[in-house]
């Protein structure tokens, strides 16, 4: 019942829940950043993180330091405390931490599959792969030639079994399918862990929906946006749209004609909590979009912490760290690249 | 014969004042010990969990635990002093109203002190639980809800208090 989670919660999810507030405290702060963004080379950067949580995990790299061996280690920490929370979770919470990872599982079968098709070694890519999102058969994926043969040898065993029944053609795969595919798998996750979600009830639902219809909303909005000037047709285009979320269904009838970015933005103005982000940009521009969309979700996520007794703060926590991973990657390149003058434009501070 | 509608009636008066009495007394320690359980296990969770980052608190934050004890010793020190007000009566009065009297009195004491203290020692525990997570981000918090904290025990007192003036007239008939 909403309201009295906070009876119940502690005996499977107590434990849990205070080691994520500490991970949470151990997020890159306004000053690391300000810190960050005025080195000069990439062994200052690593002085400068071995001094807040990711020490134990840079000290030993030998320099020369590439700037991906530093997101790589970044990537291990999350990828260490992840597996730390797994393990010692009960259902449901166990399930709700796995659902956080198939989006990643998606990218990864997607990478492989494009790679495959780009005649690119496959160790190479398995090395690309995000680490939350391999599983067992992965390698496996290099051999299918159409939709179906992927379902059949591979992901049939995988949790994104059920996310297949809505694209299996026997077409082979080409760019533009796959793509299509990811953006179909991805649809279909995200409206299963909404179901989830509401299945779980409390507050858990209430923060989680909330943030799973931002997520689909603004993949709505990319999609669109991605897909002016090519041969996606409305209809496949309108396919491809969550059934959730503030935009559903009303704003997905207008995004689906969308021919430009300025009929983009005005069929997003008529809904408060997007026209603020819109407001941002000029007419015409939309590179600051990304960054901006980025922006909203950290504010989103950091809500999620003010509540105690639900699942959300996992699934925030998750996301603020891959939000500092790119942070970290974007600085990273920048001082790499010597253009400490652009470090600014991508770097979302989360507190 | 008398009219069944009195029936209930006379079954409720004719169940012996000791049942209600000792029912009351287990009422008071019983429901006390699973207020008090609950708010420790509550609190004990979350503050293990926040002292593997921030090993400061956990000194601090056993007052957490301390104030949901608290609770479990109301309801015992509340029993005891019930059941030492339970005494013998010759069995022709029984079931005079002064008995019953008795008899009710001790119950609805029990049940007083137990379930006051059974919400006390979870709203001091569910308090605790937050207490601990805040002071491991923000030592300056602990104070400021270990307040809070304080007003949630009081509720405990209040049962215990007028448990033990309900229980003070509970004066059973003597001999003869």
Known sequence: MYGFEALTFNIHGGYLEAIVRGHRSGLLTASDYNNLCQCETLEDIKMHLSATEYGP??????????????????????????????????????????????????????????????????????????????????????????????????????????????????????????????????????????????????????????????????????????????????????????????????????????????????????????????????????QMLDKAFYEEEVKRLCLAFEQQFHYGVFFAYMRLKEQEIRNLMWVSECVAQNQKSRVHDSVVFIF | MVGSSSSWSTALVKISPYTFASIGIAISIGVSVLGAAWGIYITGSSLIGAAIKAPRITSKNLISVIFCEAVAIYGVIVAIILQTKLESVPSSRIYDPESLRAGYAIFASGIIVGFANLVCGLCVGIIGSSCALSDAQNSSLFVKILVIEIFGSALGLFGVIVGIIMSAQATWPSKG
Not at chain 1, 127 to 132: A, F, G, V
């Open chain 1, 57 to 286: 995990y840079l000290q030993n790299e030998p320099s020369p330091l590439h700037t991906t061996t530093i997101v790589e280690k970044c990537t291990l920490k999350l990828v260490d405390e992840y597996k730390h929370m797994l393990t010692q979770a009960t259902e449901p919470l166990s399930t709700f931490l796995e659902y956080i990872t198939y989006g990643h599982m998606i990218d990864n079968v997607v990478l492989i599959v494009t790679g495959t098709l780009h005649e690119r070694d496959v160790q190479e890519l398995l090395e690309k792969c995000h680490p939350l999102g391999m599983f067992d058969s992965i390698a496996t994926l290099a051999v299918a030639q159409n939709m179906r043969e992927l379902y059949r040898l591979v992901l049939v065993d995988t949790p994104l079994a059920p996310y297949f029944s809505e694209c299996i053609t026997s077409e082979d795969l080409d760019d533009m399918n796959i793509e299509i595919m990811r953006n179909t798998l991805y649809k279909a996750y995200l409206e299963d862990f909404y179901r989830f979600c509401q299945k779980i009830g409390g507050a858990t639902a209430e923060i989680m929906c909330d943030i799973l219809a931002f997520e689909a909303d603004r993949r709505a909005v990319n999609i669109t946006i991605n897909s002016i000037g090519t041969e996606l047709t409305r209809d496949e285009r309108r396919k491809l749209y969550s059934n959730f979320g503030l935009l559903y269904p009303y704003g997905h009838e207008e995004l689906a004609v969308c021919e430009d970015i300025d009929q983009v933005r005005s069929a997003m103005e008529k809904y408060p909590p997007y026209q603020s982000i819109f407001s941002k940009l000029s007419y015409g521009e939309s």
